[in-house]
């Protein structure tokens, strides 16, 4: 069996390559071979001839791709052409826009904090008033959460505790889309990763911090070892159901009386911390189920 390995040309620092050299072991012990390619390797090529020019570039396409970036035209495009594609592009698409993220699981009643979507502005335009966020604060109160919808470990998350704050931070992010979402005081500095493949719950780890009220690891935060309730595991497969996931790292955060609420859903979901916690080893998990669901699909 053939398969791509795709990641990004422009993002190849030891924190990215790491995971995709996971991968492509996971891939050779289990008799794939696999071949690592860059989205700048595998452009699309579109209108006349635009096919045949793709296939002269590779003579033989793959079996299937395991899609380990976040080029969700590149993805559509693989998928035009008949080749099963891992996280779908539409499920790359919906969980690289939070936004996207949580208007999708919104419809299956699925519990998140209340959140509120920034009115969309033209980046030459920018916000002419500010008067949105009236709303914003009477719904929401003080301290509230600002997220950039497109964003990774935590980066873009910030805490405003009062009017200034929130002002400041709004016109920093400028016209690059966010939301706003109430804060869970009862999940302050503290959360779970549960990484899901297929329809299993294969690892999950405690986070926390005593410095930041985000509990990434990247910033700071802690982590242990943590067995997920039966409440915890039904969302999590819940929602990669809903997004359409194969693989997915779902971030859960602790109600008022420990009940789970939908922090965040990861397509990519980096998987290094939660080996280094649990000794789960993901890249096989994702690749066997792929081997799995492949077998199955020809019987």
């Excluded at 390619?37 to 395991?66: I, W």
Aim: include cysteine.
């Amino acid at each position: 069996m053939k398969a791509w390995l795709i990641a990004n040309h422009f993002l190849m620092s030891k924190k990215f390559s790491e995971l995709t050299d996971w991968l492509f072991q996971a891939a050779k012990a289990a008799n794939i071979e696999m071949v690592l390619m860059s989205n700048a390797d595998c452009l699309a090529f579109l209108g006349r001839g635009g096919v045949d020019a793709f296939k002269q570039y590779h003579e033989t396409l793959p079996d299937f791709v395991l899609f380990w970036d976040k080029d969700v035209r590149l993805a559509t495009y693989l998928e035009t052409l008949g080749i099963p594609v891992y996280n779908s592009s539409k499920s790359i698409a919906l969980c690289d826009d939070k936004s996207m993220t949580h208007l999708t699981l919104e419809q299956y009643g699925i519990p998140m904090p209340k959140t509120i979507i920034a009115p969309m502005t033209y980046e030459n335009i920018g916000y002419t008033d500010y008067d949105f966020l009236t709303m914003v604060e009477k719904e929401l109160h003080y301290p509230l959460v600002i997220k950039e919808c497109f964003g990774s470990f935590g980066a873009q998350v910030y805490l405003a505790k009062d009017e200034n704050e929130l002002l400041e931070k709004v016109k920093q992010i400028g016209t690059k889309p966010m939301l706003f979402q109430e804060f869970i005081k009862s999940s302050e500095g503290r959360d779970i990763r549960l990484q899901v493949v297929g329809d299993q719950v294969v690892a999950s780890m405690y986070r926390y911090s005593e410095i930041d009220f985000r509990a990434n690891i990247s910033n700071g935060g802690k982590m242990k070892a943590y067995q997920p309730t039966d409440e915890q595991i039904a969302l999590a497969l819940e929602c990669t159901k809903r997004l359409g996931l194969t693989f997915a790292g779902v971030d859960l955060l602790f109600g008022e009386h420990e009940e789970p609420i939908v922090c965040e859903v990861n397509s990519n979901a980096h998987f290094k911390n939660i080996y280094d916690c649990t000794g789960v080893d993901t890249a096989k998990q994702i690749i066997n189920y792929i081997l799995l669901e492949k077998r199955n699909h020809r019987c």
